[in-house]
């Protein structure tokens, strides 16, 4: 049995700590905020993290708070044509070994949580900001602020795209902005337009931006997130944002897709970020996890999905360990090919869903032309993943 340290209690570090729990670990987790609770708003449970959740003992406690969307629909923004519709029924669940499900980030966290807190070999620690750490070879010195510190046999920065383990680590500045704003909104359903799609996950695709939006908590919100090319550049996720400024990078959208977007009253807004990946994601008893480890944009919606296949993977190579450092070699070496795919995949589809003129176009041209089961087909190296001994 080692004792580990996880610094943050976001998605990637509470899986982590329970699959390194469950794997007979002691595991101690050190969260900044005074209290751990989830701001933003939705996500996409896809059958890759499923599976995970099932690994880490979670899904049954979740499955109740998501919602079942019957398909994915995919439709130009400007004249609202159906260019792709890929049905999330019986046949897909069949096909993968799992549903596909959304909910909101709150209802995740709160599920981790719960699953972390009672397990007898976890304490959950708040207010507590971590400065920096010391490795000596032997144990590791997690600092915080003043003289305070703690002793672990093992680090893991679960800290998110702007970690200070990894800075510490890596010394690779700060993220990279990407070039678009992302707007998002929670919308009562009974304010939703009439005309809207309120049971399926919904992309509509707009010469310069794109809008998702699917039903969460239950059915009772709308979730919807636009993101637009914009050199606007601000830290942080709880930015105020005013109807009007999304609404302009839309001028042309469809009526549909234009009565959705001046629905919300409050939006609010971040600047993508992501960061080139890492050709190292620790060193000696020292690793990284999640968004720490591989940030990438969210038009994959891959994010919390990443982070729990990491967790189980972590759990597995440490599961039988003597030696910590060797095992997180073993689970960085495990998982960097596919975070890296998933990173740049999902820069390539903000890319491509934001394409104008002759290139959109085509686009649109080929996406009507491809039946859906070829659709299914190549994503299967995203959605077809399960926790394994050597799954990667």
């Known amino acids: 049995m080692h004792n580990f340290a996880v610094v943050g209690a976001g998605v990637a570090g509470l899986a982590s700590a329970i699959a390194l729990a469950r794997a007979g670990h002691g595991v101690t987790v050190f969260e900044q905020a005074r209290q751990i609770d989830e701001v933003g708003a939705g996500l996409q449970i896809g059958p890759n993290a499923v599976h995970a959740l099932r690994q880490l003992d979670v899904w049954s406690a979740l499955q109740s708070d998501t919602v079942a969307p019957d398909r994915i629909v995919i439709k130009d923004g400007c004249s609202a044509r159906t260019l792709s519709n890929i049905d999330l029924t019986k046949d897909f669940e069949s096909r993968f070994g799992a549903p596909y499900r959304v909910a909101h980030r709150a209802n995740l966290i709160a599920r981790l949580r719960d699953a972390a807190a009672g397990h007898p070999s976890i304490e959950l620690r708040t207010d507590c900001p971590v400065d920096g750490f010391d490795a000596d070879g032997k144990q590791v010195t997690v600092r ?43 919308l009562p359903m009974i304010d939703v337009p009439a005309a809207t799609n309120k049971t399926s996950v919904n992309l509509w695709l707009y010469p310069g931006g794109h809008v998702v939006h699917y039903p969460v908590n239950g059915g009772r919100e709308l979730n919807i997130v636009a993101a637009a090319d914009s050199l606007w550049v601000e830290d942080g996720w709880r930015t105020s944002a005013e109807r009007a400024d999304l609404i302009s990078f839309f001028p042309a959208a469809a009526p549909q897709l234009k009565d959705l977007l001046e629905a919300p009253a409050r939006w609010h807004k971040w600047a993508g970020t992501d960061r080139k990946p890492a050709d190292s994601w620790g060193s000696g008893p020292i690793t990284l996890i999640g968004d720490a480890a591989h940030p990438s944009l969210p038009y994959l919606a891959q994010g919390a999905a990443m982070a729990l296949e990491d967790a189980v993977v972590l759990g597995q190579c440490c599961a039988d360990c003597t030696d910590i450092a060797p095992a997180f070699r073993q689970f960085e070496e495990a998982r960097r090919p596919r975070t890296t795919r998933v990173a740049k995949t999902s820069k390539d589809q903000g890319r491509i869903y934001h394409l104008r003129s002759s290139a959109a176009l085509a686009r649109n041209i080929a996406m009507f032309a491809l039946p859906s089961n070829i659709s299914l087909t190549r994503l299967s190296w995203l959605y077809g993943w399960k926790p394994t001994k050597t799954a990667t």
């Not at 510490?168 to 070039?179: H, S």
Request: net charge negative; no cysteine.
């Open 144 to 186: 915080f602020s003043g003289d305070e510190h703690q002793l672990a046999d093992a680090l893991i920065g679960a800290d998110g795209i702007r970690s200070t383990i990894r800075q510490q680590l890596l010394e690779d500045g700060p993220p990279d902005y990407t070039g678009h704003a992302i707007f998002r909104a929670l």
